[in-house]
């Protein structure tokens, strides 16, 4: 992929940066983690993303990481308008993003605050088998009012994910789960400019109703990027000319995701299995990510705009979407909500309908050209010339002459169409015919 100079920034400038907006410095502190023996101080790491999300905090004790998530019940909205009681870590759904250098050593302090027994699962790290989190198998399941404590040391770069690994058609359903990404300590690049971090899940919410349904199994209607549902997504942004990175995990119960990038061409670079030589890469629009797997994307933001990014099963881009209804295509819809409202308040026919609690349309929200007719997995990636720190930037302002719009009366006969033909299919060209076999038509004989 191709690098800018941003990419070369001193650790000073980035560490300055960082501290401007807000964010601890990449820079790692000496004594940060034992690093094997032998090995320098790990470069500085660009700190990842989570948009609606969080990185989960650590302290040192003794050169090791120390760290502590509290599995409890949650108010989590999805969006506003909908919001679900549903179990998360430290407060968030989904739990932090837990962050480390390749090569550190972990201490995690697992709390169960649930009315459950539960255990964490770190998906995709190579751990000493009794801390892999699997009830029954590999540890005992972590009892309500319980602190279990489990001990990484990390022998890859790259991105993972944690969930619960007891009853976790429950609770991975519940919300469960979140990313773990550990830096190379001797990277073979320098760091992206942008590097943001998604994870994907699904969840059944019916209408009107505050719990999850972990028993569904196959309508799910709730849709998610790192927890939430357009119109509630927080947009990505990048300079033009950046290098991105996206970390795309899906736990999704039993959907596959192929999110597609608008305005840009994307190379798969990484899996949570490990890198991917540069050899072996190619160019995609749309990359399948699989449940229970992991693809990292990276790309130059060269195209100024604001480009959807989304999951292109196109059920999955709505919210709180039902089935089994009739098809209401090609209905008069002012005269059906009028007969809907008669049937519901007979004698006046005009009582308000009161909305239903806790729904949000299926549909997304207004945007800068009337209405955006999409939700669920959808945000948006703002690219432009210049940012004002990192904040979202207002709706793209795009140059004259390059928004499509009405065609004019001379524009049409400029180029001779008329909305008066209905344009005929091109006809293939007719095939030619196939020439003779050798020695057609000749004689070939003795005398």
Sequence with gaps: MPTTRRDFLGAGTLAAGLLGCGLRPAVAAPGDAPAPAGAAEPPPHRPVVTPD??????????????????AEEVDHEFAPGLVARCWGYNGRVHGPTIEAVEGDRLRVYVTNRLPAP?????????????????SGLTQPAIPPGATFLYELTLTQHGTFMYHSHHDEMVQMAMGLMGMFVVHPRRPASPPPDRDYAYLLSEWAVDAG????????MSDFNVLTFNGRVFPGTTPMVARRGERVRIR?????????????????????VATDGGDIPAAGRWPETTVLVPTGSVRVLEFVADHPGD??????????????MGHGLPNLIGTDAAAFDAAVRRHLAPGDGAAAVE????AIPMLGA?????????????TILKVRDALIGDAAPGWYEAPPGTTAAPATAEA?????????????PDRPPAPKPAPPPPGHGHHHGGG
């Design 209 to 216: 109703l505050r719990r999850p349904d972990p028993n569904e």
């Design 355 to 358: 909305p239903l609690p806790n």
């Design 412 to 424: 049409l006969a400029r180029d001779g169409i008329d909305l008066r033909v209905v344009p005929a």
């Design 53 to 70: 999300g969080a990185t989960l905090g650590h302290r040192l004790v003794d050169g090791v990481k120390v760290m502590h998530l509290v």
């Design 307 to 320: 480009w959807a990014v989304h999951c292109h099963m196109t059920h999955h881009t709505m919210n709180q």
């Design 118 to 134: 539960t255990t964490v699962h770190w998906h995709g790290l190579h751990v000493a088998n009794g801390f892999d989190g699997v």
């Design 366 to 378: 207004v945007g800068p050209h009337g209405y955006v007719h999409m939700g669920g997995m959808f």
């Design 248 to 268: 795309i995990g899906n736990l999704s119960a039993t959907d596959h995701h192929p999110i597609h990038v608008h305005g840009h061409s994307v190379e798969v």
